[in-house]
């Protein structure tokens, strides 16, 4: 499944270890199988779609917590990686074993753990050099490209059971990387932690509200695909393989990214347009041009995060850490207002990114790095 990426994305001579680059595309794989796995649990155990976002919640409670907490307890370290990925490996087979749904949030938990380590380790080694943040950013896009038709024809074919157990036998693939691997991060000394600069503090806000508006809408995309538009599950797979395919030029773009905020907006405008137009092409648009829009505008914002931080480092796992939480929470609006109507999930969705994305142009524009008065506070 993953081959054909990760050996474009070697063609292109990336600066991060191969080991990093394949555990984060097994990880993107995971992250990308959630909005198929949404119904398909649904089916699968009998509960309400709109319960069924709670194993995403909890997948993303476990990656939050492990940002928070990985960078102020541990060092990105090839051990550690190795643990992240044989969890991985140990709590999608788990999921496929259990006939209960309380107990599969929980598995999904540790799943996030796992997920929540190799993004830090990820993050940590490329945070601050711009080369290296596009070559972490752009996995997402390339696994994406082929993950989704899989994906969809594998849970389509056999349910959700299978899907699960392919999942975790995919962590297999980097551990014959992660033998080798060399972390630059790992010989880094370890400092003492400082607080965030005031616009540095106002970045991971608006990262955390932009993820938060995103979740809720984007995990439901695959249902409002089906359900509001009409159309099969392949088709709704492809257009999330379009996604992924658009984001490739915007995630590996090395140029200078200015106003990230902007195309942050934008996203939330697509994601309006995906909860209240219910038009296959709009569908298909709207979805693609997202994929394009988020990923101008995240690593844009990490670098903007860099550049106004004092100590960078410090921030990268902040940044994981604030945008999980968004995540966490936005499945539960999602289910609540899906509920309601895809249209009101889009519109509140949509409305809180495109207004976090406006404070986040409006940080760049107006609250200036105050290096010296900032330096003093943090210490």
């Not at 476990?62 to 643990?83: D, E, K, N």
């Not at 390339?142 to 989704?148: D, M, N, Y």
Request: aromatic letters at 8%.
């Amino acid at each position: 499944m993953l081959q054909a990426p990760v050996r474009l994305l070697f063609a292109l001579r990336p600066q991060v270890p191969a080991g990093v680059l394949a555990a984060t595309a097994v990880s993107t794989t995971v992250f990308a199988a959630t909005p198929f796995l949404v119904k398909g649990v649904a089916v699968d155990q009998d509960v309400a779609v709109s319960t069924v976002g709670v194993i995403s919640t909890a997948q993303l409670a476990g990656f939050m917590v492990t940002s928070w907490g990985a960078g102020r307890f541990l060092r990105p370290r090839r051990r550690v990686m190795v643990i992240a990925v044989l969890l991985g490996l140990t709590a999608n087979v788990a999921s496929a074993l259990t006939p209960w749904f309380t107990l599969l949030v929980g598995i999904r938990f540790l799943s996030g753990i796992s997920l929540g380590l190799i993004a830090w380790i990820a993050w940590a080694e490329a945070f601050g050099n711009d080369e290296k943040v596009g070559d972490v950013a752009v996995i997402g896009p390339l696994v994406g490209i082929v993950s989704a038709p899989l994906i969809a024809t594998a849970i389509d074919r056999s349910g959700s059971d299978l899907l699960f157990v392919l999942l975790g036998a995919l962590h297999l693939i980097p551990l014959a990387f992660v033998r080798t691997m060399s972390l630059e991060a790992a010989s880094r000394p370890r400092q003492q932690r400082h607080r965030p600069t005031r616009a540095a503090a106002a970045i991971l806000a608006c990262l955390g509200t932009i993820t938060f508006g995103g979740s809720a809408v984007f995990v439901f995309a695959g249902v409002i695909g089906q359900d509001d538009v009409g159309i099969s599950p392949i088709v709704v797979a492809f257009v999330f393989s379009t996604n992924a395919l658009l984001s490739v030029p915007s995630a590996r773009y090395r140029g200078t990214r200015k106003l990230p905020g902007f195309w942050m907006a934008m996203t939330g405008v697509m994601a309006i347009t995906v909860g209240t137009v219910h038009h296959p092409v709009a569908f298909w648009i709207a979805l693609s041009a997202w994929g394009f829009c988020f990923w101008m505008g995240v690593p844009g914002a990490f670098s903007l995060l860099a550049e106004r931080s004092n100590y960078p480092d410090e921030r990268a796992g902040d940044a994981q850490a604030i945008m999980a939480a968004g995540r966490v929470v936005g499945p539960l609006l999602g289910g609540a207002l899906y509920a309601v109507s895809a249209a009101w999930l889009g519109i509140v969705g949509g409305g809180i990114m495109v207004s976090a994305g406006l404070a986040m142009v409006y940080v760049e524009w107006r609250i200036r790095p105050d290096v010296l008065g900032d330096l003093v506070r943090a210490t």
